[in-house]
C-alpha cells in the first residue's frame, strides 16, 4: 500500500450525542479503550477531513457506556452543541500507538491487505471494514469482476497476517454460487423486460 493510502486511513473514536447543558458542553460516545483517552491523540476529524474537533473532556457522562462530557474548541452554546449531534470523530491512523502484542491489530489496518483463499489463490483486497450493526465485513474487491463482503469473525477468516500484507478467507463451498431462486427470479425479469 502506497504512503499516501497509509496517510488516509481513519479510525473511528467517538461519536457526538448532542449538547449537554446550555454553555456549548457535548455529550461523545468515546470508542477508545479507556474513555477519556478520545481527547489525548489531538484533533479529531470528520471523515472528510473537513473540520477539526479539538475535544476536551470535562466530565463523565455514563461511565458504564463510554460517554462523556466535553468541550469542544469553538462551540459557546447549546444550539451549536447540538448542530454537531451525530458527527462522527475520526484520527488518523498513524497517531495511534502500535499494538503491542503481535496479534492484535487495528481494524484500519486490513484494509489495502491481499485476500487469498486456503489454495493460496488471491481473491482480492480488502478495500473496507464496514459494521452495520451485526458484526464487521470485510469488502473484498477483485482485480476483475464485483466485490463481495465476508463477515470478519474467525470461521471465515482464520489467518491475519499484517506484516506479511495478506488474510486467508475460509469461504463455503457454495459461496460465489447464485441460488436458484435468484437464478429463476433474474430470468423472469428479463423475460418480462421490453
Not at 474513555?35 to 470528520?46: F, Q, R
Not at 496479534?103 to 480488502?126: N, P, T
Amino acid at each position: 500500500m502506497s504512503s499516501s493510502a497509509t496517510s488516509q486511513r481513519l479510525v473511528l473514536m467517538g461519536a457526538i450525542l448532542g449538547a449537554h447543558g446550555i454553555k456549548g458542553e457535548v455529550k461523545v460516545k468515546s470508542f477508545a479503550a479507556k474513555p477519556a483517552d478520545i481527547a489525548e491523540y489531538g484533533p479529531l476529524t470528520d471523515t472528510k477531513h473537513k473540520r477539526s474537533f479539538e475535544l476536551s473532556v470535562v466530565g463523565v457522562g455514563d461511565a458504564a457506556k463510554g460517554v462523556l462530557i466535553g468541550r469542544i474548541a469553538g462551540i459557546a452554546d447549546r444550539n451549536a452543541a447540538e448542530a454537531l449531534k451525530g458527527v462522527e470523530l475520526f484520527v488518523d491512523r498513524e497517531r495511534l500507538p502500535m499494538p503491542k502484542d503481535p496479534e492484535e491489530y487495528y481494524l484500519a489496518d486490513l484494509i489495502g491487505l491481499a485476500a487469498f483463499d486456503g489454495k493460496d489463490a488471491k481473491l482480492g483486497e480488502i478495500v473496507s471494514v464496514d459494521n452495520y450493526g451485526a458484526g464487521d465485513l470485510l469488502l473484498v474487491v477483485p482485480e476483475s469482476g464485483e466485490g463481495f463482503v465476508v463477515p470478519f469473525a474467525k470461521a471465515f477468516v482464520p489467518v491475519v497476517d499484517i506484516k506479511g500484507g495478506r488474510v486467508v478467507l475460509d469461504l463455503p463451498a457454495n459461496f460465489f454460487e447464485v441460488p436458484a431462486q435468484e437464478e429463476a427470479e433474474a430470468a423472469e425479469l428479463q423475460e418480462a423486460a421490453p
